[in-house]
Antibody, heavy 125, light 107 residues
Framework: EVQLVESGGGLVQPGGSLRLSCIAS????????MTWVRQAPGKGLEWVAN????????TYVESVKGRFTISRDNAKNSLYLQMDTLRAEDTAVYYC??????????????????WGQGTMVTVSS | AIQMTQSPSSLSASVGDRVSITCRAS??????LGWYQQKLGKAPKLLIY???NLQGGVPSRFSGSGSGTDFTLTISSLQPEDFATYYC?????????FGQGTKVEIK
């Protein structure tokens, strides 16, 4: 079964750090880009960051640049999100998702086709 | 960043109704748009990609249309399991951006 399982969420004080993990199963992780998406309580979805299959390219939303780092360990079938200098506005459920490309030559479309169940991060004193 | 604006923000409908949700991009995104369904407390689910292509396993009552800046998700005959929040997502440029969501509620 193709599956993503996040872990590592919790309560952290403003200015603190947290590392989220996402374990993949049922597919070969290194052939896919991977993405983190978050959702603040009662709010909509926000794309946070993604990373290429070999880890050579990373992109971030402006609000987390310099504070969050996306990384992966394909040998461990794992995706990570290191979150530093956390702020109250980072409070959200964080989802990892497989960032797949559906290609209809010559165009490719990026889709988030597999999602984890999410892990809650609360930044509060 | 490309802004995605959905309308309406919420709607009430009955089982069997035809429902349409629109998404407008702040600039031309060709057909690089997907639609996602999210039920309460669950992860989102991909419904449609490339504006009009149905993801495998998604019922044919869902359809998408549009290109450029204006897009529509249509549910031809609303079913009880379709009550959820729907989001559009552009994959034309970074950062990827979602619409604010449309909550479909039972009338």
């Amino acid at each position: 079964e193709v599956q993503l399982v996040e872990s590592g969420g919790g309560l952290v004080q403003p200015g603190g750090s947290l590392r989220l993990s996402c374990i993949a199963s049922g597919f070969t992780l290194n052939t896919y880009w991977m993405t983190w998406v978050r959702q603040a309580p009662g709010k909509g979805l926000e794309w946070v960051a993604n990373i290429k299959g070999d880890g050579s390219k990373k992109t971030y939303v402006e609000s987390v640049k310099g504070r969050f780092t996306i990384s992966r360990d394909n040998a461990k079938n794992s995706l990570y999100l290191q979150m530093d200098t956390l702020r109250a506005e980072d409070t959200a459920v964080y989802y990892c998702a497989r960032d797949n490309s559906y290609c209809n030559s010559p165009v490719c479309y990026d889709v988030f086709d597999i999602w984890g169940q999410g892990t809650m991060v609360t930044v509060s004193s | 960043a490309i802004q995605m604006t959905q309308s309406p923000s919420s709607l009430s409908a009955s089982v069997g109704d035809r429902v349409s949700i629109t998404c407008r991009a702040s600039q031309d995104i060709r057909n690089e748009l997907g639609w996602y369904q999210q039920k309460l407390g669950k992860a989102p689910k991909l419904l449609i990609y490339a504006a009009s292509n149905l993801q495998g396993g998604v019922p044919s009552r869902f359809s998408g249309s549009g290109s450029g800046t204006d897009f529509t998700l249509t549910i031809s005959s609303l079913q009880p399991e379709d009550f959820a929040t729907y989001y559009c997502l552009q994959d034309n440029n970074y950062p990827r951006t979602f619409g604010q969501g449309t909550k479909v509620e039972i009338k």
